[in-house]
């Protein structure tokens, strides 16, 4: 019953933008708040965590090299995760999943390490590319 659906990826050129979104379906949001990670994995590379988001929206980090570029948000109304994506770089091509972690409170911390999380998304191909 637990998917996450990722959307938004596509081809772009550099300096463009994109917006990811991560449709949640089948967790109990009445129970519990969900933190939020942004991961990708590039070609030859290892999986890297992007940003991460409190169950709240209050508590947002980034990684170094997306850090003035990408915003992270959410929508828990629509049990959506967001990722806008500006001033993109031929580096920030890879698959980009998302992922949730319960958490006891809308405050907890978030986490950009990816064993932290057990709920994945089956990913979206960004490709940035001149």
């Known amino acids: 019953q637990l998917q996450l659906v990722e959307s938004g990826g596509g081809l772009v050129q550099p300096g463009e933008s994109l917006r990811l979104s991560c449709a949640a379906s089948?967790?109990?949001?009445?129970?519990?708040?969900?933190?939020a990670g942004w991961f990708r994995k590039a070609p030859g590379k290892e999986r890297e965590g992007v940003s991460c988001i409190s169950g709240g929206g209050g508590i947002v980090h980034y990684a170094d090299s997306v850090k003035g570029r990408f915003t992270a948000s959410r929508d828990n109304a629509k049990n959506t995760v967001y990722l806008q994506m500006n001033s993109l770089k031929p580096e920030d091509t890879g698959v980009y999943y998302c992922?949730?972690?319960?958490?006891?409170?809308?405050?907890?911390?978030?986490?950009?390490?990816?064993?932290?999380?057990?709920?994945w998304g089956q990913g979206t191909q960004v490709t940035v590319s001149s």
């Open positions: 992922a949730l972690q319960p958490a006891p409170s809308a405050h907890s911390p978030c986490s950009t390490s990816d064993y932290e999380y057990h709920m």
């Open positions: 089948g967790f109990r949001w009445d129970y519990y708040y969900y933190v």
